[in-house]
């Protein structure tokens, strides 16, 4: 069992940056891929980034590329996600997961979910 908490969400202005932390429980989180996922009011959940366990690749939504950065401590059984440049599209609850699952960009393929945190962008 995995449990994944959240932190870091805000309001900022468009331009700006925030960085995202999920915190894992557990001695395994090194054996599992870790994604970030967000979700805007009235839309479905979208995947924005992912890291594989060990930090053996990393992968990003179109909308992420050159903006957003995935990482991870597994020392401190946390990973990251530094967003810079934000958007007003930018605007979801923000969740992170942990799976052990092949298609590391699809929701379906992570057992655990945080609980979410909130991002706003104000233009």
């Known amino acids: 069992q995995v449990q994944l908490v959240e932190s870091g969400g805000g309001l900022v202005q468009a331009g700006e940056s925030l960085r995202l932390s999920c915190a894992a429980s557990?001695?395994?989180?090194?054996?599992?891929?870790m994604g970030w996922f967000r979700q805007a009011p009235g839309k479905e959940r979208e995947f924005v980034a992912a890291?594989?366990?060990?930090?053996?690749?990393?992968y990003y939504a179109d909308s992420a590329k050159g903006r957003f950065t995935i990482s991870r401590d597994n020392a401190k059984n946390t990973v990251y996600l530094q967003m810079n440049s934000l958007k007003p599209e930018d605007m979801a609850v923000y969740y992170c997961?942990?799976?052990?699952?092949?298609?590391?960009?699809?929701?379906?393929?992570?057992?655990?979910w945080g609980q979410g945190t909130q991002v706003t962008v104000s233009s």
């Open positions: 997961a942990a799976g052990r699952g092949s298609a590391i960009t699809l929701a379906r393929e992570y057992d655990y």
């Open positions: 557990g001695r395994t989180f090194s054996t599992y891929d």
């Open positions: 890291i594989r366990r060990w930090g053996l690749g990393t």
